[in-house]
C-alpha cells in the first residue's frame, strides 16, 4: 500500500505539475489617441483591446498591426 501510494503521489506530482504553457502577451500596444483600454482578449492570431469610446480594436498578434475596428452601440430599449 505504501508503494501505491508513493506511485499515486509521484504520478500527480509529474502529470499536474507542468501546467500549461504561459500565455503569450504583448509587451506594448499603441492605441488610438485619447481611448483608454476597459477590457483584453486574445485569439490564436490575434487579440482585441475594448476601450472607453465603446470600440473594439482588433490587432494581429504576430506584427501588432492594428487590423479592424469595431464601434460598439448600445441597445435602443425596447
Not at 492605441?31 to 483608454?36: F, H, N, S, T, W
Not at 472607453?52 to 482588433?58: E, M, N
Given at each position: 500500500m505504501i508503494v501505491g501510494l508513493l506511485v499515486i503521489t509521484g504520478l500527480l506530482v509529474t502529470r499536474l505539475g507542468g501546467g500549461p504553457a504561459p500565455l503569450a502577451l504583448p509587451d506594448a500596444i499603441?492605441?488610438?489617441d485619447g481611448a483608454?483600454?476597459?477590457?483584453f482578449t486574445?485569439?490564436?492570431?490575434?487579440y482585441a483591446v475594448v476601450t472607453d469610446d465603446d470600440r473594439?480594436?482588433?490587432?494581429d498578434?504576430?506584427?501588432g498591426r492594428l487590423t479592424q475596428e469595431v464601434?460598439?452601440?448600445?441597445?435602443?430599449?425596447?
Amino acid at each position: 500500500m505504501i508503494v501505491g501510494l508513493l506511485v499515486i503521489t509521484g504520478l500527480l506530482v509529474t502529470r499536474l505539475g507542468g501546467g500549461p504553457a504561459p500565455l503569450a502577451l504583448p509587451d506594448a500596444i499603441a492605441l488610438p489617441d485619447g481611448a483608454r483600454a476597459t477590457a483584453f482578449t486574445r485569439g490564436e492570431s490575434w487579440y482585441a483591446v475594448v476601450t472607453d469610446d465603446d470600440r473594439i480594436l482588433v490587432y494581429d498578434a504576430e506584427s501588432g498591426r492594428l487590423t479592424q475596428e469595431v464601434s460598439i452601440r448600445a441597445k435602443a430599449p425596447d
